[in-house]
């Protein structure tokens, strides 16, 4: 739990004068609360000394204005306490979404998505209930007690001591109810998790889905992850239905020892009967705070289970950083990359293997390869989307491990080979990383990626909006934004993976057309199993088992009678066949 607030303790530190407002007003609240049984106490022994309709108006009028302040200070002390709850709610979904931009993807293999999101929001929500009102009723609760407590001993210790029997009872319960409250709602937590990963993995891959004829599967399935998740949390309330009437019972027996004890001292002379009534009414100012100890823990609980679950997710750390004193870059960027004995290793085995490879300033390569060869994963260490686990990279002959990632990816532009677009226009997925780009900056991105005739077919041109992930456009449509999306950014290097799979030869041709223009001046990869695609680079690259196996031009690689000269002859073959088919 230390670990927990030392977690927390900055966050609210952020408002310390809401704090001690919101505190203030608090404590105002339950001293007038607390006052009410001694004015009622006051006005009853008056009463029985002398009855008088002045003293009941007045002890009366004197309760009422009592009333009036209690709820003045009660109604301050939520909208502060509750208020500064939600604003660290904020504060700590800014910083969580701000930290898991910042991590390298490794991470996204250890957490699915629907975990984030479940952690990013229903454990954050658990984390609020905490700070607000359980920090808040613990508090007034502990408060209530404590002002009630030494008011009745000071007036009669016998029936106070009578009146606190049952506490360490209630203790007891509280600590052993408490723990397993924890427990269970950390598993059910971590169920909510894995539900929330399968409908997001299930709505992603819907197509995929239908096509393999997997509806009724995934519906079981969801089905019998739903029903585990209800039957926890029905255990879960049973629990808490055992721990909520265990405590009112104890509250009865303190009601119980109260009127026994109270009512043979007020007979025997020994209590008078407004004290007898205060002490009633300060047990009745004592029910909801013995209650509510069950239902704060229960928050709580909850809360701590959920900070420790956020807490998991801030601990981790990217693994590509920037450097203590990044070093600068030049200006302008020339472009030369190199690779030196680069290696890159992965859970299941070695993706390249002391890949050592020039690419000149200002020239267009490619690579080439069969499927997992490592191309992808070489250029991926370009931009230090990772590093690599031996070996360096330079730009212009610095390592890019001495540079800022930030400050690197600015000169980049990469077109994966999965085309991810976000659900907004056309034109907005273009403009991606760029600050202020023109429309007509825009339309020119789109001509020279072949996208302009396909745009007079959508609803609202440049600004119709996709679909999530671009699900209304087709392969070779999103393909064409994304490298739309690349060329408007004016990048110094730029990396074509696989980016024209989807598309038909004629569209290949006319977007290279247009791409030879954009490409002078600038390095270059392309990345493809098109040998048509990547025959007029200056130079191709053909990766095998994470190394350089051929290099060189594509008439020098044809002479070799190697694995390209090989694709080169299938790929004709295949053109002939369609010719005459």
Request: net charge neutral.
């Amino acid at each position: 739990m230390r670990n927990i607030w030392r977690f927390l303790v900055p966050y609210y530190a952020r408002y310390r004068k809401q704090l001690v407002l919101g505190f203030g007003a608090l404590i105002l609240k339950d001293a007038f609360h607390a006052a009410q049984p001694l004015v009622i106490r006051s006005g009853i022994d008056s009463l029985q000394k002398q009855f008088a309709v002045e003293t009941v108006f007045w002890f009366a009028g004197g309760l009422v204005l009592l009333s009036i302040v209690k709820g003045i200070f009660q109604y301050w002390m939520r909208v502060i306490l509750i208020g500064i709850s939600r604003d660290i709610e904020y504060d700590l979904r800014n910083d969580l979404f701000s930290h898991l931009t910042t991590l390298s993807s490794d991470f996204y293999t250890k957490f699915r998505t629907g975990d984030i999101m479940a952690r990013s929001t229903n454990d954050l929500n658990a984390v609020r209930m905490m700070l607000g009102p359980g920090l808040m009723y613990w508090t007034e609760t502990g408060l209530t007690l404590i002002l009630s407590i030494a008011v009745m001993s000071y007036v009669d210790w016998r029936m106070t001591f009578l009146a606190l029997l049952p506490a360490p009872f209630v203790s007891i319960a509280v600590i052993v109810f408490g723990r397993r409250i924890h427990d269970r709602f950390e598993k059910i937590q971590a169920m909510f998790s894995t539900i929330s990963s399968r409908v997001q993995e299930n709505l992603a891959g819907v197509r995929v889905v239908r096509a393999y004829v997997q509806e009724q599967a995934e519906i079981d399935q969801f089905e019998r992850m739903n029903r585990d998740y209800i039957h926890h949390n029905i255990r879960l309330a049973r629990l808490s239905g055992l721990f909520y009437p265990l405590l009112q019972a104890l509250v009865g027996l303190t009601f119980l020892s109260v009127l026994v004890a109270g009512g043979s001292r007020m007979l025997d002379g020994k209590l008078s009967a407004g004290s007898f009534v205060m002490f009633n009414t300060y047990m009745g100012m004592l029910i909801w705070p013995m209650i509510a100890v069950g239902w704060v823990v229960n928050l709580i609980q909850r809360g701590r289970a959920s900070v420790e679950r956020i807490q998991e997710m801030l601990a981790e750390r990217p693994t590509v950083t920037a450097p203590a004193n990044p070093v600068a870059l030049k200006d302008p960027v020339q472009g030369e990359i190199a690779f030196h004995n680069v290696g890159m290793d992965y859970a299941a085995g070695s993706a390249l293997k002391d890949l050592t490879l020039t690419i000149p300033a200002g020239a267009s390569v490619a690579f080439v390869g069969h499927t997992g060869s490592g191309k992808t994963s070489a250029v991926n260490l370009i931009p230090r989307l990772m590093d690599p686990t031996h070996g360096h990279i330079t730009l212009d002959g610095v390592d890019l491990r001495q540079l800022d990632p930030h400050e690197l990816r600015r000169q980049i532009a990469i077109v994966p080979q999965e085309t991810f677009l976000f659900s907004t226009t056309i034109a907005g997925n273009i403009a991606l990383g760029v600050q202020q780009a023109s429309p007509e900056e825009i339309q020119r991105a789109a001509d020279i990626a072949g996208l302009t005739p396909d745009i007079g077919s959508f609803p609202q041109g440049l600004e119709t909006t996709v679909g999530e992930r671009g699900i209304t456009l087709s392969g070779g449509q999103k393909q064409r934004t994304a490298i739309a999306r690349a060329i408007l950014r004016n990048p110094r290097i730029l990396i074509l993976d696989d980016a024209l799979s989807a598309v038909d030869t004629v569209t290949e041709e006319r977007i290279l057309q247009g791409l030879a223009k954009v490409m002078q001046g600038r390095t270059t990869i392309l990345i493809s199993h098109r040998v048509s695609t990547i025959r007029h680079a200056s130079k191709i690259f053909v990766i095998e088992n994470g190394s350089v196996a051929e290099q060189g031009t594509h008439d020098e690689l044809l002479q070799l009678g190697g694995y390209y000269a090989d694709l080169h002859q299938r790929q004709l073959l295949e053109e002939e066949l369609e010719t005459t088919a």
